[in-house]
């Protein structure tokens, strides 16, 4: 299975702390996505990697790709009480027409 | 101006009864999919439909029926509800293959 596995499955931090979440995957991608999910919602596109990046960012997000390891980090910087919420990545497939693969999810919770 | 609607939001049923779930998408997008997501988190694929055409068929009982009368609509028909299938069905849809999903905001299906 390409389903990506995060973690932690859960965090909690205070405000203003960074959070960080890690990804792993197990089969070569064309790209790798997070999302955010706040509860009783669908899920937001955050910010997309390919497979040939290393680092992107995206305001207070900052996402890593490391091909050779099969993982991926998301960092949230100076973590507000509304960046509560499900983050999940993501994994496009090398291969065919494979939708999106999701991961299980971290549960982030920043207090104020 | 929702870019990904769907309706109902919640949907009580009966078990055996048939019931039906509509997904407007108005971005313009070619492929839109179908996940569930059960009580764990979990996303799994379950269809994906490429300008009305089916390329994605998950192993989904025959219950499920997607139907895409057109490139910005795809309905899922689900015949003989069982409570297994309980959950939140999310409806997205995607430019590319390999671009971000816009997600509605799903449907929550409780079978008694």
Redesign the interface.
Known sequence: SQQGEEDPQALSIQEGENATMNCSYKTSINNLQWYRQNSGRGLVHLILIRSNEREKHSGRLRVTLDTSKKSSSLLITASRAADTASYFCATDARSGNTPLVFGKGTRLSVIA | DTA?SQTPKYLVTQMGNDKSIKCEQNLGHDTM?W?KQDS????K?MF?Y?NKEL??NETVPNRFSPKSPDKAHLNLHINSLELGDSAVY?C?SSQR??????????TRLTVV
Do not use: P
């Open positions: 990904v999919y996940y764990k988190k979990f996303l694929i994906s490429n390329i994605i999310f997205a293959q390999d671009s971000g999903y816009t997600f509605g905001s799903g």
